[in-house]
């Protein structure tokens, strides 16, 4: 049985950045600016307040893992303000303490937070729409195991083992998935998780994954699910947030993308492999949904 979570998780080919320890003590804020790179942070000791514009403040307190899948613009605070409040002191330049360990706020007084907060990387050609399938922003509550992967991913990340990168990636793909999972449920925002929380559509989302070639359609979809076409048709729209079909196109041309940005077969065995009788009807498609021919797009991924 197919496993859509781990297939897209593991397209999305998280790897190695970096993460610290974060201590915070006095009154600090700290802001960001990033250009969509996944950020997470475990709260060891202590609270904090996590700003996202267009989210309201979250309180994030000890044992809490937060994943922001492509982090723009956000902020953290030491609450010093009250909840709700503005910003209560200007940004905190963090300073090293020692490899890897940094202070905020107060130089000298006792630490009231400690936190792990690190960067990743997805090295996809398809990264925005697979980022589209999963939450905007992931909080989850109490979960000892997503602690323990972010040790590990820190522990690994400042070590000049062999095979580094190649652990970084698998730790990184496990952590991504215990924080999916953990938050996957009728109350996640439409999307992947939600549509696997779903009895109906998930038997749908799993027959599409686990056979990309085969020429589905919504009334075969639909059986499968036990729904009539149109309640099928209705339900996947709510729960996923695109149709049956767009979800498939898009599937397949995330598994072309791959399949082409590695080398790994031509055009025409391609076609194949994601469902397509023709390598004419596949180029075709291929360059409407990306903008670019097969050909094309493998040469520009080669040069990169």
């Known amino acids: 049985m197919a496993d859509p979570l781990a297939e897209v998780v593991g397209l999305l080919q998280p790897g190695a950045g970096f993460s610290k320890l974060v201590e915070g003590a006095g009154a600090w804020r700290v802001s960001r600016s990033e250009a969509g790179r996944p950020f997470y942070c475990a709260l060891l000791e202590g609270a904090t307040r996590l700003t996202i514009p267009g989210l309201p ?6 044992g809490d893992f ?6 723009h613009d956000f902020a953290m605070d030491s609450l010093a303000a009250g909840p709700g409040a503005g910003p209560a002191v200007a940004d905190s330049l963090p300073v090293e303490l020692r490899p890897g360990v940094y202070r905020i706020g107060d130089a000298e007084g006792p630490a009231s937070l400690r936190s792990m907060v690190g960067y990743c990387s997805f090295g996809s050609g398809d990264t925005a729409l697979l980022l589209s399938l999963l939450p905007k922003l992931v909080h989850v509550r109490g979960v000892g195991r997503l602690l323990t992967l972010v040790q590990l991913v820190d522990d690994e990340s400042r070590a000049a083992r062999p095979g580094r990168e190649v652990v970084l990636q698998r730790l990184l793909e496990v952590l991504l998935i215990e924080a999916l999972r953990a938050t996957a449920g009728p109350a996640a925002p439409s999307g992947l998780l939600r549509g696997l929380a779903d009895d109906r559509v998930a038997v749908a989302l799993r027959q599409m994954h686990g056979s990309p070639t085969a020429a589905w359609t919504v009334p075969q979809l639909a059986r499968l699910a036990a729904l009539s076409r149109s309640a099928f048709f209705d339900r996947f729209r709510r729960v996923v947030g695109v149709t049956p079909m767009d979800y498939l196109l898009h599937w397949r041309m995330a598994l072309a993308k ?5 080398g790994a077969a031509g055009i025409a065995e391609t076609a194949s492999r994601v469902g397509y009788s023709s390598a004419s009807t596949f180029s075709t498609a291929f360059a409407r949904h990306v903008g670019l021919p097969p050909g094309a797009y493998a040469r520009r991924q080669a040069a990169e």
């Open 258 to 262: 791959d399949l082409l940005r590695r």
């Open 57 to 62: 403040p979250l309180l994030l307190e000890a």
């Open 66 to 71: 937060v994943l922001i899948p492509a982090a």
